[in-house]
């Protein structure tokens, strides 16, 4: 069982970090993070603070896993420091794991939100009992065109400001992948939605629950057969989360991970997996064919798998709590968090 880390209340003092890409502090696009900041303060009524070595820019930070890794700990240790939010995911944060001292984070839990890259400082949290939340970054979904949208909103408020329990997530009616490039003139051009399906049911009935694991599909591969990566027994009783990032990846990559899962027996030991909107739908059909082929090699044509989930590296998105038990019922072919997120 992981530690839920206290609820967010208006007035919060939170830390925003850089853990992977530095883009927060380069000059071109210290805007795009301001605006990110304003959102919090004003939708959500927090007080931020950057951590000392958020902004010192791309170059610095990359040269400097330890600097990047200070951050997060010094945000973990200050008591004042309610929650951590990172500006923005990369793909190189597993440099930081010889400066993460898993004590902290145990001895101090809060709130930590990103995505993508982001999966690999969860995966510290997993590994010190802490329970962090996948979902929106300072520099993406904080700091939208025009205004947040009003589902993401509504997600981080349900999932990170209140302890009752979260009850059925539905799909978005809307979303985009639009890229609009960050330059200021563009801050006021909406991106362009489109109408979303909603969830399928790839394989499997009835209803089944578990406690919620994944990531970034990509990304976990960093983290395989290091000191991150969650014992065996903690894949029991779980519903698996994957998403692919905006390097949309080859299916028959997505193949290959997958059957490491099943080599692994992690397949095997799950009870059920949610799978998210894969960015622009790109491999949409075939991402499914590839699930659905692995399933059937390992022999877990049964086990529930929901499609085209709003989370990951598509918005609007949903907040995804890990170790928090959530439920997929086939029938209805809805998604559940069972119980609250925080304390």
């Not at 970090?17 to 900041?37: K, M, N, T």
């Not at 003139?185 to 629950?209: A, D, F, W």
């Not at 299916?251 to 992690?266: A, D, E």
């Not at 998105?317 to 119980?339: H, M, Q």
Request: net charge negative; proline share 6%.
């Amino acid at each position: 069982m992981l530690i839920k880390p206290e609820k967010l209340q208006p007035g919060d003092k939170v830390a925003t970090i850089s853990p992977s890409f530095g883009g927060a502090g380069e000059p071109d696009l210290r805007w795009r993070y301001e605006q990110g900041v304003e959102r919090l303060r004003s939708v959500f009524g927090l007080e931020v603070v950057p951590m000392p070595n958020s902004l010192k820019g791309a170059d610095y930070l990359y040269r400097n896993p330890q600097a990047r890794a200070d951050d997060m700990m010094m945000a973990f240790k200050d008591p004042g420091i309610k929650g951590i939010f990172a500006n923005i995911g990369g793909d190189e944060s597993i440099r930081l794991l010889p400066y993460i001292d898993f004590n902290v984070i145990r001895e101090n839990p809060k709130i930590l939100m990103g995505y993508s890259d982001v999966t690999v400082s969860h995966l510290f949290c997993h590994k010190a009992g802490v329970s962090s939340f996948y979902g929106p970054a300072v520099m993406t979904d904080f700091a939208e065109n025009v205004r947040m949208h009003s589902y993401t909103v509504d997600q981080i408020k349900r999932i990170l400001f209140s302890n009752e329990p979260v009850g059925e997530i539905p799909p978005a009616e809307e979303w985009t992948s639009e890229f609009l490039e960050w330059k200021e003139e563009n801050k006021t051009q909406s991106r362009k939605m489109q109408l979303n399906s909603g969830y399928e049911v790839l394989q499997g009935s009835g209803v089944v629950q578990g406690r919620l694991i994944g990531g970034c599909i990509e990304v976990l591969e960093f983290a395989k057969s290091t000191e991150i990566w969650p014992d065996h027994k903690y894949w029991e009783d779980s519903i698996l989360f994957f998403e692919t990032s905006e390097e949309k990846p080859d299916p028959f990559l997505v193949k290959c991970w997958l059957r490491n899962y099943g080599t692994q027996g992690i397949l095997q030991k799950a009870n059920g997996m949610i799978f998210g909107k894969p960015q622009d739908e790109k491999y949409y059909e075939e991402y499914k064919a590839v699930i659905s082929e692995v399933m059937k090699e390992y022999e877990v044509e049964n086990l529930p798998v929901l499609y085209n989930l709003n989370f990951g590296h598509t918005e609007p998105k949903l907040v995804l709590p890990y170790g928090v038990r959530a439920e997929i019922n086939c029938s209805k072919k809805t998604f559940s968090i069972l119980e609250s997120g925080v304390q």
